[in-house]
């Protein structure tokens, strides 16, 4: 009787999210994006009811196959396999027919037979090896030192101090704090030890007894037993030819060696317990400085070492560049560069000493003509030092260390192709301002990597955006315009929520909760919390948002009206708005009244656009119009329109000739375009604002060009391409397979879902 209302509680819990998808159940508004959070904290209160949950959620996914509720599926199956990697024990049969649906997923469209892809393929050797699911996500999350699989995560928050209050922040800094307070790599491993054990053997592994052997080891002996657990699920996992079985009896093994002397039948077992999961690295970040993204992904693929002063290594990386990381790296030594030297280099300019010293065709010989004296020694920074290169270039999957001097006759050794075994987690706290910025990065970044690649090969770069409205917030630019209202500034939240549902159930939800959980006071025992909702619902995200939604980044190229002062270089990413300057001087306000009262208000431009037609042939067009300002919207209102197009609307100003005298009229005109050219016909300027920030405000603007902002490696590899074929006009070679524009990749649940 107990196990049927258990089964009745998680099944209304599970309608009930069902209906919040809906979007018309107004009793379930006051707990968006609670009710998924309470189901999984339910569960793990009392894990022996996972499979009462996966089997519910099983049940659900084909109802809704049957009936054709597309917009159930993915939410379900993330939340069946959520479920899934952190249940204790799971039957076969049960994970059959959730790998069985996830294969017929494979004749839908996109995003549907991609995530059915990827959780078929993730299933299947869960089936083989039971636990590698949770073994693999612990080990890559806590950085836990594992030969089989090496891999690496992090997640880092960022959040722009100028944009979120200052509670807000120290909040989120104690709730990250907190959620970590009891990880210890002692802890995790024995976490994994414990659950590998649990979903191999099922009822038959007495916990009691196993936790009591962990807790009394010696933490060298834990390390020994944990590396033998992984290799054995990572050998079961990894072989073609291994069933169930085989992988079971290989962790029985392992199990009654760590009970030594105790035995497995001495003490009730106890039924399923399970292990919890820890919650992922996590580190806060203001985002105070420009290039502090970049800095950071260096310094998480090789941390500094503890001897290093923090002032020392700031102030390195401040005057640090790629090619100071690894000119004398081995896996891009086809670069080589020249150290300072006072001699010649020519060999009869050496001192006579040196060869007096040593008899002719000796060994030593050689090696003194090879050796430069006179140079001047640099002391090497932390980030150029010779632990930090090897560290960084010669990790798991990197070519060995070899000498610079090659044998003649020997040919060199292969470079091994590197391994991406870091992955960084991008987290945005904030509006479409910092979404701004992170463009601004990003092609930072790619223009880095263009240059001297380093991390594109070594590391998996995940963005995702979380948004947080203040309120009220007054954006107003020295145009003083009107202050953009909150709607305006979290578009990019409100485009992701209506392509993805699960996204605006789980995560738009935050934009007003994490505020108003900032604003409550704090409990004294708060440091001892570890379910805390906003970490608990970060960490969901990241591990469950596997769909990206790409985003077109937008170049702009601004001239000012001052002929001395250079053309400015941008990019943005949501909108461009220009505005007409206020007129500084008397003289100047004076005949702009009077300009005004005659032509209206506003000036005149030249608007120079490619129209953006279906069947995508280039259509060039060019109009003349007075306007007191434009904006470029990159977001599209609706989810169904290209991304990869400008809206533009102006506000052209009409004169009208009637008998009571002369009136003015405004009319809005729309235009869709991916490159146009805007620029004053009169001596008045005009501003821009970039990303609808203050911060990114360009004064005394004459004229303002447009366009997608292209890749740069692909930039780079054109221009190559074009030194060799001069007379051709188009891409030519592997350049025309190249990505040609620069995207930015926001992850989601699910993508855009047509």
Known sequence: ??????????????????????????????????LRWTLHKKIDLNPSNSSILVSILVK?????????????????????????????????????????FCKKLLTLPKPFCTIGLDYAA???MER???????????????SLKSD??????????????????????NALVMDTEAAQVSQSPRACMCYVIIHTMQAALGEGCNISSLKASLQDMPTSDMEHWFQQVVAAVECGGGEVSSDRAQHTARLEEIYHAILGSLQAGDAPLGGLQGAPLPNPNISFHLWTEDHQLWKELVLFIRPPSPSCEPDCLSQDLDNFEIQDIISDCECCEQTRFSVLSTDSGIERDLPLAAEDSFSPGSAETEQSRLHRKGGIKKKPSPLESVAFLQAGCNGAGAKPPMKLQRRPGIPPEPAAPLQRLH????????????????????????????????????LNLQFYYIPVMMGQTNTSTATDHAATSPKELCEVATYLGRADPWYESNINTLCHMIPKLATMPSSPSKHLVTDLFITDVIAYYVRMGIQPVCFQVYAVKIFFNDPAQEPAEDVFLTELRTQVQASTSPRELSMTKKRTTLDGPGIDLTVTYRKVVLSDRAKELATSLRSPGLVMKAIPADETEDLACLNVNITEIIRINNLSGRSFSAVANKLKTRNIKIRSMEQRPFTVCLDKDSRRVYRNV???????????????????AMKFNLHETEDVGLVKYMPKSLLLPINTFAGVIQ
Do not use: W
């Not at 196959?65 to 959520?82: A, N, Q, S, V």
């Open 1 to 34: 009787m107990e196990s049927t209302e258990v089964e009745s509680d998680i099944l209304r819990r599970v309608r009930t999210l069902l209906r919040e998808l809906d979007g018309h159940h107004p009793a379930c508004q006051c707990n968006r994006g609670m």
């Open 128 to 142: 083989t090896a039971p636990g590698m699911l949770y073994q693999r996500m612990v080990i890559s999350e806590q």
């Open 702 to 720: 004459i004229s303002v060009e447009v366009s997608p902002c292209l890749e740069p490696s692909y930039c780079l590899q054109r221009t190559r």
């Open 148 to 169: 089989p699989y090496p891999y690496q995560e992090k997640i880092f928050i960022f959040a722009d101090p100028e944009l979120l209050s200052e509670a807000i922040c």
């Open 423 to 458: 992955t960084a987690r991008i987290v945005l706290l904030g509006d479409d301002r910092i979404l701004g910025r992170l463009a601004q990065a990003y092609h930072s970044l790619r223009k880095r990597e263009t240059r001297r690649i380093f991390l594109t090969p070594r």
């Open 60 to 100: 659900e996914l084909e109802r809704a196959e049957r009936g054709d509720f597309r917009h159930y599926i993915i939410p379900l199956l993330h939340t069946l396999m959520y479920t899934l990697i952190k249940a204790p024990c799971i039957s076969d049969e049960l994970c059959g027919r959730v790998y069985d």
């Open 122 to 124: 993730r299933l299947k």
